[in-house]
């Protein structure tokens, strides 16, 4: 059984372009249990709402802190094989993407979780409490990290326009034109975007600041429920009707 939690009155979100049904995931953070289950509902959603155009959107941070990174990004790729998916990279997969090309970035990615992905990549844990564990891990990952898994996080983008709707990361520099957009403010922007309460533009649904319960603005919608945590997450569904949660 699913339900839909109907948002569009309420704030007034405007619907998705003609014909289009979009399902937005929030961060995964290695909860493949939990994609699962996102993915059955989409599954059942999709098969409840005819023939009309959909599409997946995930927002990124498929990796850390919980415990089946590896996995996840499996499922990801399988997923792109059966759907029409857009995946959008994370602050996470930009550590790992630049630590395997050899950035000095293992103290800043080990306090945000790394841990679990090296292991659910099969790195002995002996390996990463060496003195000199960045080196025998980066090693170590770019030995067993599969290379459509890595062709995967390379490939991820920026940010994906839908009519009214702003799909990125964490968020976008309130003033600044998307094109010109710094790449670092969306994969890791908090206080400036989300303190900023006037018109940005368009209604930009993100994620990477943990929120107990979606974060329904008039101006973003935030859906990261920290999964890795909480054993909640989110996925946003946009359509004629506007904005709705399915659960």
Partial sequence: MFRRVYLGP??????????????????????TDLL?????LIDMDKTATG????VEVY??????????????????????GRASTIFLRGNHEQLLLNF???????PEWKAVGCIPTCLSYGISPNLLFLPAAAQAARKALQESVPLEHIRFYADTGSY????????VH???????KLADQNPADLLNIRRLFLEFEEDLGYIVVHGHTPVDTPD??????????????????????????????LT
């Fill in 10 to 31: 309420k704030l007034g979100y405007p619907p998705a372009p003609d014909g289009l049904t979009i399902y937005a995931v929030g961060d995964i953070h290695g909860r």
């Fill in 160 to 167: 994906c326009c839908a009519g009214p709707y702003l799909f």
């Fill in 170 to 176: 964490a968020g976008i520099r309130p003033g600044t």
């Fill in 100 to 106: 395997l090309d050899g950035m000095d970035c293992w």
């Fill in 51 to 54: 023939t009309q155009r959909k």
């Fill in 216 to 245: 329904l603005r008039r101006n973003r919608i935030n859906i990261d429920t920290r999964a890795y945590a909480s054993n909640r997450l989110t996925c946003l569904r946009i359509d004629c009707d506007g904005v709705q949660i």
């Fill in 36 to 40: 699962d289950q996102i993915h059955e």
């Fill in 59 to 80: 927002l990124g941070d498929y990796i850390d802190r919980g415990p089946d990174s590896a996995t996840v990004i499996s499922r990801l790729i399988e997923r792109s």
